[in-house]
């Protein structure tokens, strides 16, 4: 396929200094700027942080001509990526006044109190308006998962049968929960904005670990049979699960 090149701009980032010089990448990723970042690494690797930055990190020997193939090469999955990202950040609008948890749209109610609370059964949130934001909302929503989150493990854990030893609280970034040989598990706090339906299905997986410590067909047949809803929650995270660990 022919294509037609007109002068665009590749934004390359060293430390210390930026250069800005004529290129057609733009052509491929429909005027999307790629900031080009030359490190001491063995392998290229490319990062779509949000809708508007993607970065291309190569090594210091890649010429001008390996990064346009590589660019070429790799088009179709960057703009799929770009799409995903698109779609998760456009997924909820809220206004000033919501919040997102368990899956729903709370409603900031302001009240001239100390401590702030969650109100689950009628979604919404009471306190002054600086408790819902910033570090003071993450430590009020860290303080109700690590009630929440162990309660509801040890509620499955009861109905279908498991045994379970110590159960941690944690901020990750990259994984939703674990479970040791020893059956300790440990929870994303995370797990507290996504619906129940997600939330439940990450408590069985772990759950289900207790009994086999792979990822094989006995460890899915029985995750199926304690969780009616393994592929809604897999599309679900698909979708939107990297957005919410990315949060911190």
Known sequence: MLLLKAPRFLFISIPFCTFVFSHTIFDVLQSIPITLIRKKVKNARIVVKNSTTVELIVPHRYSELHVDNLVESKRDWILRALEKVKSRE??????????????KIFI????????????????????????????????????????????????LADEFGFRINKISIRSQSTRWGSCSSDKNISLNWKLLLVPPFVCDYVLLHELVHTEHLNHSEHFWKRLSEV??????????????????????
């Open 108 to 155: 900031i109610h302001e009240r001239f109190i100390d401590t702030p609370f969650i109100d689950y059964e009628h979604a919404r949130l009471y306190g002054r308006s600086e408790h819902f934001v910033g570090n003071k909302f993450i430590t009020l929503l860290k303080k109700e998962a690590k009630v929440f989150l162990p309660k509801r493990l040890r509620e």
């Open 90 to 103: 456009n997924a909820v609008q809220l206004q000033e006044n919501e919040r997102f948890i368990r899956g």
């Open 227 to 248: 969780c009616p809803y393994v592929t809604q929650s897999h599309q679900w995270q698909k979708q939107f699960g990297r957005a919410v660990l990315q949060l911190h």
